[in-house]
């Protein structure tokens, strides 16, 4: 028996390992081993006052701290009986665009590109293309400071409180941040463009897709969740009904199973289950791009990441017009605190995020439950690189690497969030 090992895969969040076996040439075995050791976040929270709760658990992520606190305050509020007002729900859909375009911007540019263009890393491609790095610049700091705009820094909002937020942008900073945002739609088109030109494996994932859905909006703040291939549709808030964790004994982060599959939640199953709510640029780019949803191809979640940042810079233009338009305020809402548990989810960048709490009559949190994107898809994506593996394993070693490689960069794993 042959074992080919890629330790601490690059341009990925965290640190994995791949372990790829062989007999006499044929591939046995592929394993996705997580080497980064488990954080307790679910425990950390434990004792701590339910308001302290979104401070805490957005630093489980520094790219998508938003959407832990937001998640997290969206479950506290669920467990208070609190109902936040209009003006809430798009300030906070603003803030988890703002990850959005941090995040996408971040790992298609950075991340993935260098696979596709024959580079180990971003850096040559500033001296050889550096329209194309600038692209990917704007891109991200437009979300840098769109959540700082809305969240009150780029990192670890502080502004979003539970029942509301604590202070809100003015007039001015909105009107000139939907100029910004509508002048980026050019550059995540021609992203959007850049990324459908490469060349991706014919290859089709054996896992069921999730994501949530929301008949009137392309959800990311809330909804049910939808299953692609089991058609069915679920409480975001029953999600321990019908997705499962267990420890694998290769990995410090768990596997999940839905109805007994692996499955797959980000990019591509949201464009899956909610093609139709997309903005029409964005509508349009997907349907120029040829890629008729539903797409079983993991490789193209990458392309619909670039398909989401048309959305988001269009969308979010929109939802300040309508923040602009509706009044009312952003305060917290009152509330008395009470025994009780609640639990939410959101879509975060790379999939479908849940949180849950149990509080008791003091507003003490007394238990914690996260289920992180990265944590969802680990199982999926050990099932992909085995369907995967046997297809290139006539390529040099070098390029067998580089094709694993890309696969679990086009999950675009935060390995950090699935050890939470």
């Known amino acids: 028996m042959t074992t080919l090992t890629v330790e601490h895969i690059a341009r990925i969040e965290g640190h994995g390992t791949i372990t790829v076996e062989m007999e006499s040439g044929v591939v046995s075995d592929v394993r996705m081993d997580i080497v980064e050791a488990a954080r307790f976040f679910e425990s950390m929270v ?140 050019a550059d995540t088109i021609a992203t959007a463009e850049l990324f459908h030109s490469f060349e991706v494996p014919q290859f089709e994932t054996s896992g069921e897709m999730l994501a949530l859905v929301d008949g009137s909006d392309y959800a990311i703040y809330g909804g049910e969740v939808a299953a692609l291939d089991g058609g069915w549709r679920r409480p975001a808030s029953e999600y321990r009904s019908f997705i499962s964790e267990r420890v694998v004994g290769h990995s410090n982060a768990k596997h999940s199973t839905v109805d007994g599959r692996t499955f797959m939640v980000g990019s591509l199953p949201r464009i899956n289950l909610s093609a139709g709510q997309l903005m029409p640029r964005a509508a349009e780019m997907l349907a120029k791009l040829g890629i008729e949803a539903p797409s079983r191809n993991s490789f193209l979640n990458n392309v619909c990441q670039a398909v989401e940042l048309v959305d988001a810079a269009e969308r979010c233009a929109m939802y300040i017009e309508q923040l602009l338009g509706i009044g009312g305020s952003s305060k917290p809402e009152s509330f008395s605190v009470h025994a009780s548990s609640g639990a939410a989810a959101s879509e975060a960048p790379r999939g479908t995020l849940y949180h849950a709490y149990g509080i008791d009559d003091d507003g003490i949190i007394v238990s914690g439950d996260i289920i992180t994107p990265t944590a969802q898809n680990l199982g999926n994506l050990e099932a992909d690189m085995r369907l995967f593996a046997p297809t290139i394993a006539d390529l040099p070693k070098d390029e067998f690497i580089l094709g694993m490689e890309k696969l679990v960069r086009a999950y675009d794993p935060c390995l950090s969030c699935s050890v939470h």
Do not use: W
């Open 46 to 185: 434990v004792g701590r006052r339910f308001d302290e709760v979104s401070l805490i658990t957005s630093r489980i992520c520094g790219i998508c701290s938003p959407n832990h606190a937001l998640t997290s305050l969206k479950a506290v509020e669920a467990a208070l009986g609190i109902e936040v007002s209009e003006r809430t729900v798009l300030l906070r859909k603003l803030l988890l665009y703002g990850s959005y375009l941090q995040n996408h911007a971040t790992h298609l540019y950075i991340f993935a590109a260098p696979d596709f263009v024959g580079l180990p890393s971003v850096f040559p491609l500033a001296q050889t293309h550096p329209d194309v790095v600038e692209r990917a610049l704007r891109v991200k700091k437009t979300g840098n400071d769109l959540t700082t705009l809305i969240g009150g820094r780029p990192v670890h909002p502080i502004t979003a409180v539970v029942g509301g937020f604590s202070a809100e942008p003015s007039v001015a900073e909105l009107r000139a941040m939907a100029v910004r945002l509508e002048a980026l739609v």
